[in-house]
RNA sequence: GCGAGAGUGGCGGAACUGGUAGACGCGCUGGAUUUAGGAUCCAGUGGGAGAUCCCGUAGGGGUUCGAGUCCCCUCUCUCGCACCA
């Protein structure tokens, strides 16, 4: 009987969807468990990356099912996007057509794969029946102030009449017309104040102690709250203040100028009829026409303009002028600085460009600052001076009084600011959820009412050649009437950022067909939060920030109780492979090269860097070959063991072979001896055993315990399938030796042989369903409950310990575990190399690690 | 520039709390089987010297009886970024 990958899988995938073993029903009773993977875009096919994440979440779903869980294992689509559009474009179909058919495909190719999923609750997020309720969550924001507008500066292409991501954004031009100039463009745009949720996202932060901590760490970094002061700048020559957020109140003595915001309201009103206005307004329309890449770039010069006016500073009550500078920010703080050149290194280098004053005010405890020979800023602590009433304090100690004491003057108080600004969700896209607003010449800003939601998105329109959304060119779409006046009035073009559905589609998961509200409350409270959510780590911030903040405010909506979302995160590494360039044709596909040259002009290909598999770079293996030569259960085995899931796993084709074959070694393990081992019931541990038998019969309660902890507490199935292919082994050292077997060792193989067929099942559990089949049971895996090892099995009569001198290794004893430490040190000293080694030289001490090692230091 | 990670044989990786560095797999070498290849099985496989040692976890320093693991510095690579005042 040969392995038959294809044959077999179809058959078992083909039984588990008739018996809805995985249908998840909610049962108080029984203890839930949710385990969710990050959903996938609709793009066509899987890739690997998509394989890697939804095994390693199989695994575990398999696994706690056999521990006895109520498993909720769902999958879905997060369907809207962009690329819907570019293909619409570019095959002159429909973004809806494009994607559900993808939804197809994919949907099929997961299938193939035999993963565990309760496809009863899936979910697109492009479906009216999903998104009408994030409508209602965004009207209720809406009402609650937690959605609102605002102006807002954005990369602009005038050909595409679209605004520009970043990433869309190449050397200062449109991806898409390379000679044109991105521009930037004032707009009006949707926000949701997650600065509100800001404090309490952060304190959460603590309460995750199932996420890993390099997440967190980048969540408070992006959070980034900072304690300082607000300072007021009063103006020379009118009534104006100018206010300056800082971290550094106690460098404010020091404060020689001061610098705004090219967009800052202010610079318009500084300089009016002044004979600097030109220039200034000039260098102002100059960088805001620079794309925000480029402006923010390290490379981009610090550049300033003098406006011709002065401000008080606070506390010294001197002149200082005020500047317009490309590198202050207009959306942290207050789109103005005081600027500290000696005690800033930014505005150092600015300074000593333009000429402007310094004044030391922080001095070092072993040296003297000089203005003068300075060579760049001095930032660390120290001891104030030139500081007025503070002079001699140390600068960190007087952060708090400095601020009480502008805040006594009037002229400032402490004050808490967030990195994290307002989370903007307008799109001009077609492809999203339609913002639910009316604009009526009269009532203004309208919400959608409630009972006329869904604000459909209309399916019959055709996407615009050039790009941008068809939706503010569709009257049928934007022409409305006011819910209020019931006068004309038009609708709101923009949809909603994706990830706004991405947000909160594991809540809807939980009870996908309700038609009551966005989420049934019992339902939603039975399942949620996720206990294990897997994904990449691409998504470490927004994402999973995103979710967090949403999980907040639907609570305090009281869509449900839970504050956050996931319990457990496992973000899972890259899929990475080489890239193939040639000089001619830039990437290449791997079936583009061969004998290092390629195909298209016969060119040498140039090897690059291992980087993460993605279409643009053409480094990309699809699994469906894979699948297609080797079946599921390879590329599912493959994938876990070739590194642990947090790592990047760097794709190697020779690997997956290994995988193959081991497989067909577990087949032929149980087919080539099934006569034998099905005539005696697996050992139970009566029997006293010795020699071979006993050392097997220990490596599988070894192995049953490896494989178990590997799963349960660390993820690493790659050291768990090692373990299993050690049991493999010596099982068949077993049976190649030369000794009788008897029944008692037919039996201890079965145990063994059983085992094996049941920790690989949640990796493999296609062939081990067959193989359990043919081991003579009529019960599907999914009905076995998980091994436990048995305590005695583990036993040994000897142990192993170490022995050295200064700390490096000279022999290795075995020693009865009966030995205490006083009698491992003495067999240790009698031990003929260790007496080698401490020849002549006096014994200073010995060190005893109980049952592992003893080091004699001479 | 800032933030977060990583660096172990020819390769992927193992070593979980400081205690035998290189489990397991790939590749390679030799052998068995075979007309041959493939498949399978057995043996070997960090480097050097050689029968008992020396050197080895990017490089340098430190803590320790003992460091791949902890601390400091340097280098290289990857990821993220919004010059964070």
């Known amino acids: 009987m040969k392995y038959n990958p294809q044959e077999l899988e179809i058959k078992w995938q083909a039984y588990w969807e008739k018996s809805c073993l995985f249908k998840a029903i909610e049962d108080l009773s029984k203890e839930k468990y949710y385990l969710l993977e990050m959903f996938p875009y609709p793009s066509g096919k899987i890739h690997i990356g998509h394989v890697r994440n939804y095994t390693i979440g199989d695994v575990v779903a398999r696994f706690k099912r056999m521990c006895g869980k109520n498993v909720l294992h769902p999958m879905g689509w997060d369907a809207f ?91 200062g031009c449109c991806w898409r017309h ?264 009269k009532c203004g800003t309208v919400p959608v009412p409630e009972e006329d939601l869904p604000v459909v998105l209309p399916l019959d329109l055709h996407m615009r050649p050039n790009g941008g959304s068809p939706l503010p060119f569709e009257p049928a779409f934007f022409e409305t009437i006011c819910p209020k006046c019931k006068g004309e009035a038009r609708r709101e073009t923009d949809t909603m950022d994706t990830f706004v559905e ?34 990449g780590i691409e998504h470490a911030i927004l994402h999973l920030l995103y979710s967090r903040f949403f999980t907040k405010v639907l609570r305090d909506f009281g869509h449900h109780k839970v504050s956050e979302p996931f319990t457990n995160l496992l973000t899972q590494g890259m899929v990475c492979k080489e890239t193939e360039e040639c000089p001619e044709h830039g990437f290449l596909y791997p079936y583009e090269v061969k004998d290092g040259k390629c195909i298209l002009c016969g060119a040498g290909v140039i090897t690059g860097n291992i980087v993460k598999m993605s279409k643009s770079k053409k480094n990309v293996v699809d699994p469906q070959e894979l699948i297609d030569r080797y079946g599921a259960d390879t590329v599912r085995m493959f994938c876990l063991f070739a590194s642990p899931p947090d790592k990047d796993l760097e794709w190697n084709d020779q690997g997956v072979e290994g995988s193959y074959r081991f497989l067909n070694r577990v087949w032929r393990l149980v087919v080539t001896h099934i006569d034998k081992i099905t005539r005696v019931t697996a050992y139970d541990g009566r029997e006293t055993l010795s020699g071979q038998l006993r050392s097997l019969y220990r490596k599988t309660h070894e192995t049953i315990k490896k494989v178990t902890d590997d799963i349960e507490n660390r993820f690493h199935f790659n050291t768990a399938i090692s373990a299993v292919m050690e049991l493999v082994n010596e099982v068949n050292q077993v049976l190649n030796s030369k000794e009788q077997k008897d029944d008692i060792a037919w039996s201890v193989v079965r145990e063994a042989v059983e085992a094996t067929v049941v920790l690989l099942s949640p990796v493999v559990p296609h062939i081990t369903e067959e193989l359990w089949q043919i081991l003579g049971h009529d019960n599907s895996l999914l009905k076995v409950s998980w091994p436990s090892y048995n305590e005695n099995a583990l036993q040994t009569e000897k142990r192993l310990i170490v022995l050295q001198v200064n700390g490096k290794v000279r022999n290795r004893i075995e020693v009865p575990v009966s030995y205490g430490t006083k009698e491992i040190e003495e067999e240790a000293l009698a031990d003929a190399k260790i007496q080698h080694f401490i020849g002549e030289k006096p014994v200073k001490k010995v060190i005893v690690v109980q049952n592992k090692l003893v080091n004699v230091v001479v």
């Open 81 to 171: 996007g962009m690329p819907a559009e570019n293909a619409a474009i570019e095959n002159n179909s429909h973004p809806a057509q494009w994607t559900y058919d993808n939804i197809e495909a994919m949907k099929t190719q997961l299938k193939r794969m035999g993963f565990s999923y309760d496809w009863e609750r899936e979910l697109a997020t492009c479906d009216p029946e999903y998104y009408r309720w994030e409508q209602l969550i965004f009207l209720e924001m809406y009402q609650k102030g937690l959605a609102y507008k605002k102006k807002t500066f954005v990369n602009w292409c005038d050909k595409c009449q679209t605004v520009l991501a970043n990433e869309q954004v190449e050397d």
């Open 502 to 535: 991405s947000s909160w589609y594991f809540d809807r998961y939980t009870c996908p067909g309700y038609d009551k509200g966005p989420l049934d409350p019992e339902r939603v409270d039975y399942w949620m939060p996720v206990d294990q959510y897997i994904g």
């Open 178 to 441: 390379p000679e044109l100039e991105v521009t930037i463009k004032e707009m009006d745009s949707w926000f949701l104040k997650i600065t509100e949720y800001a404090d309490e996202i952060l304190d959460y932060c603590e309460k995750l102690p199932g996420w890993p901590d390099r997440v967190l760490t980048m969540q408070r970094n992006w959070i980034g709250k900072s304690y300082g002061a607000i300072i007021r700048f009063p103006m020379v020559g009118s009534d104006e203040v100018i206010e300056v957020f800082t971290t550094r109140q106690d460098t404010v003595f020091g404060a020689t100028f001061m610098c705004l915001a090219p967009e800052h309201p202010l610079v318009n009103q500084v300089i009016k009829g002044l004979p600097q206005e030109g220039e200034v307004l000039g260098f102002v329309e100059r960088t805001l026409r620079m794309d925000s890449v480029t402006r923010t770039a390290d490379f981009t010069a610090k550049e300033g303009v003098f406006t011709g006016r002065y401000c008080l500073n606070p506390v010294t009550e001197e002149e200082i002028p005020i500047l317009v500078a490309n590198f202050v920010l207009f959306d942290y703080g207050t789109g103005a600085i005081m600027a500290v050149p000696t005690h800033d290194q930014r505005d150092f280098e600015f300074a000593k460009k333009y000429g402007l004053q310094l004044r030391v005010v922080i001095t070092p405890p072993d040296e003297d600052l000089n203005e003068e020979t300075m060579s760049e800023a001095y930032v660390d602590e120290g001891v104030l001076v030139n500081s007025g009433p503070f002079n001699g304090q140390r600068n960190l100690a007087a952060l708090d009084s400095i601020a009480e004491y502008l805040e006594s003057l009037g002229k400032g108080h402490k004050t808490v600011n967030f990195r994290i600004r307002d989370w903007g969700i307008s799109r001009q896209r077609y492809w999203g959820t339609p913002i639910p607003i009316i604009y009526c010449d």
